[in-house]
């Protein structure tokens, strides 16, 4: 979800009129259409880069994220880009595609202060991304030497390479992760270090309390152990610390407190939360620990080359879902699987999440939010067991991601994080949102 980026780009526009004593310029209109190389449209979401140039020198250079095609964007160039002979440089831009080609319109005595300026076709071209360079890795990791190629990013060559190896899913991940950084596994590892640092603080802060005025719920994490303690729920379970993490986690989120989107914002208490409880029940290391969290990492990867991560193209199935898949993965490390069983896990949690809309209340990562990571993370605990148990995935995972695709072409925009359906739009919801605006606007005043 990209709300934190589309508020620090007002905030940047509002400053930039500010400073130089200007008001907001009126809208100037252009219409964009984006398709790929056989002129098919492009399924949104995508986005505009565009950079303002005057005399060979950049003047400013944002994003614009298009969620409709084709789709008329409303911009007002800027102090001091109003001036004649100013370029404004357009790229179009979506995840899986080649950029467009540059679109450069000028700014001339002529050009209107408002209304429509132009309308222009941007083509992206799929050929060039799918197209497999074979290149050659070699590294060194944990005393031994490895060969591979990028075919090797594949899920289903990774586990064939993982079994002749005799590795697990945690070795093959920082194996990956040395062929794209080009570290040694020391360096890599201690850079994991430093973000499984991160996600046990934000757990420990969501734990001690987290208050923040712009939010929906209060502080609940603790309500588990209190609940716990008055004997009003199981006493020895280990779901009981799977809601409390993953809801610190989520509620440092809220907080505006340092987190690991792990794989988003929106999901961000997943991985971290169901990784830290069954470590915890089992007593494993905190470097069997980290070698699970290289297993998640690996699974990212594949579903980054799939469907990605955009709750706005795939609804919240790839983002509770990745997170599910990711976490399954990393708990079957820590129960000591295989790399076939770890990528089976996966497999399960994801199909247990195809479909699975985004409707949050109120335009707030909150709830269902909520809900949703601790529904992904005890389906990533299950899907884990029932794999080292020896249940059947059926479904390989690499036709698991491409079903999490094709769903999402079938389901309407509106549970896309668009805040026009599902929940999002119930009486209850609404006011919600109605009540935040108003007391905003108040603080404000």
Not at 89 to 113: C, D, L, M, R
Not at 175 to 185: K, P, T, V
Request: with cysteine.
């Amino acid at each position: 979800m990209n709300y934190p980026v589309l508020i620090i780009f007002a905030v940047l526009i509002f400053g930039l009129n500010t400073a130089y004593g200007l008001p907001p310029p009126p809208p100037t209109n252009f219409v964009v259409t984006i398709t790929d190389e056989s002129n098919q449209p492009v399924q949104m979401p995508a986005s505009l880069q565009i950079t303002e140039i005057l005399d060979g020198e950049t003047l400013l250079s944002y994003g614009i994220d298009l969620f409709e095609n084709p789709q008329t964007v409303s911009v007002g160039w800027y102090a001091p880009s109003r001036a004649e002979n100013t370029e404004i440089h357009i790229v179009a831009v979506k995840q899986g595609y080649a950029n467009s080609g540059e679109f450069v319109y000028k700014i001339t005595s002529q050009t209107p202060t408002e209304g429509k300026l132009f309308d222009h076709t941007f083509v992206l071209n799929t050929e060039e991304t799918s197209k497999v360079i074979e290149k050659e890795f070699k590294v060194t990791s944990n005393g031994k030497s490895y060969t591979l190629t990028t075919k090797s990013s594949s899920n289903v060559e990774s586990v064939e390479f993982a079994e002749k190896e005799n590795l697990d899913l945690g070795a093959l991940g920082l194996i990956y992760e040395q062929c794209q950084s080009g570290l040694e596994d020391s360096a890599v590892i201690d850079r994991m270090k430093s973000l499984v640092s991160i996600i046990e603080n934000s757990i420990k802060t969501g734990l001690e309390g987290t208050t923040y005025e712009d939010r929906i719920l209060p502080q609940q994490s603790h309500l588990i152990n209190n609940a716990k303690k008055r004997n009003k729920i199981l006493q020895n379970s280990i779901i009981n610390q799977i809601i409390a993490n993953v809801s610190a986690i989520m509620e440092s989120k809220s907080a505006m407190e340092v987190v690991v989107a792990n794989p988003s914002a929106g999901s961000c208490g997943v991985v971290g939360g169901v990784l830290k409880a069954v470590a915890d029940d089992i007593n494993a290391t905190h470097d069997e620990l980290i070698k699970a969290y290289f297993a998640t990492g690996i699974i990212g990867v594949y579903f980054a080359m799939g469907p990605g991560f955009s709750a706005e193209e795939h609804g919240c199935q790839v983002e509770c879902g990745a997170s599910a898949g990711m976490a399954a993965a990393g708990i079957v490390q820590l129960f000591g699987g295989t790399a076939r069983q770890a990528v089976d896990a996966a497999s399960m949690a994801i199909q247990n999440m195809i479909g699975l809309v985004c409707d949050p209340i109120a335009d707030r990562v909150e709830a269902p939010c909520l809900g949703k990571n601790v529904s992904a993370a005890v389906n990533a605990l299950s899907s884990a067991t029932m794999s080292c148990a020896g249940y059947n995935a059926l479904i390989p995972l690499n036709e698991v991601l491409k079903t999490v695709s094709s769903v999402s072409s079938q389901m309407p925009t509106c549970v896309k994080c668009t805040g026009k359906g599902g929940l999002a739009t119930t009486n209850t919801a609404c006011s919600i949102k109605e009540k935040l605006a108003l007391k905003n606007t108040i603080v404000t005043a």
